[in-house]
């Protein structure tokens, strides 16, 4: 019975966790040496990336009945799950980053947006830029015609402005 109430809080840590993430990706991390694995934990916190190493069968009672539930299959080896509240894409990106460069490190699979992904699937979703990054490519797109309009009217001007200087002396 001692076991169970041990058991319980970390249970519902989790639960609590991925209840409202955006993005939960479960990864395997055999492997990698602690160094690697500091620098990807550094990595992630600065992204604002929960990542923690629970035992499978904790995550297996905290998956259930969430969006999460489909992970339950993948649980077994060493595992840890990253998990992001604000940015779907975040964790996939860094880990997809980090695993090309430490093959040690392998993506399983994923809930972003409720929506279950495989390996396959994390991949792609990593190739998606982020927020800010599509935010800036969208004022860029705005911003173009904008400003090519301006500088056709600023040549207009400059070319006329050079027509009149001519002009007015020929005139008088």
Known sequence: MAKIEQKKPIVEEIANNVKD??????????GLTVEQDTILRKELREAGILYKVYKNTMMNLAFKGTACESLSEHLHGTNAVAISADDATAPARILDKFAKQYP?????????????????GIQAL???????????????????????????????????????????????
């Not at 993430?21 to 055999?30: E, F, G, H, K, T």
């Not at 040690?104 to 396959?120: F, H, M, P, R, S």
């Not at 490519?137 to 402005?161: C, D, T, Y």
């Open 21 to 30: 993430a955006q993005s939960v990706i479960l990864v395997n991390y055999s």
């Open 126 to 172: 990593a190739s998606i830029p982020s927020r800010e990054e599509l935010l800036g490519k969208l004022l860029g797109s705005i911003q173009s015609p904008i400003s090519n309009f301006a500088r056709v009217l600023n040549q207009i001007a400059e070319a006329g402005g050079a027509d009149a200087a001519q002009e007015a002396p020929a005139a008088e």
């Open 104 to 120: 040690a490190l392998e993506l399983i699979a994923g809930v972003v947006e409720g929506n279950y992904n495989d390996q396959a």
